[in-house]
């Protein structure tokens, strides 16, 4: 199994800037992807960036330009810069990591949440 700890997140006014870790631990064989969703109550989980094994990184439209993902890959973690935060990035923000734990075997893990609130 692959465990997922997740920090950094917290209140921020609007314009200021928060940054979100995630560490994985576990029975690592190789980590495919690792990013961050967030989630509002009563909505779907969406993607707001990831990133893949190879560093190409990917991120939703409303991201752009104000949020970079980053990964350290011996440390198996990946951070979330989030600059320039608007009320409406309020959510709940779950680290997900694709990995094999076997070279067969691959699954999708996720951390427990972290809550971003941007005041305006």
């Known amino acids: 199994q692959v465990q997922l700890v997740e920090s950094g997140g917290g209140l921020v006014q609007a314009g200021g800037s928060l940054r979100l870790s995630c560490a994985a631990s576990g029975s690592i064989f190789h980590i495919v992807s690792m990013g961050w969703y967030r989630q509002a109550l009563g909505k779907q989980r969406e993607l707001v960036a990831d990133i893949n094994s190879g560093g190409a990184r990917n991120y939703a439209d409303s991201v752009k330009g104000r949020f970079t993902i980053s990964r350290d890959n011996a440390k198996n973690m990946v951070h979330l810069q989030m600059n320039s935060l608007e009320p409406e990035d309020t959510d709940i923000y779950y680290c997900?990591?694709?990995?094999?734990?076997?070279?067969?075997?691959?699954?999708?893990?996720w951390g427990q949440g972290t809550q971003v609130t941007v005041s305006s």
């Open positions: 997900n990591v694709r990995a094999y734990t076997r070279p067969s075997v691959w699954d999708d893990y």
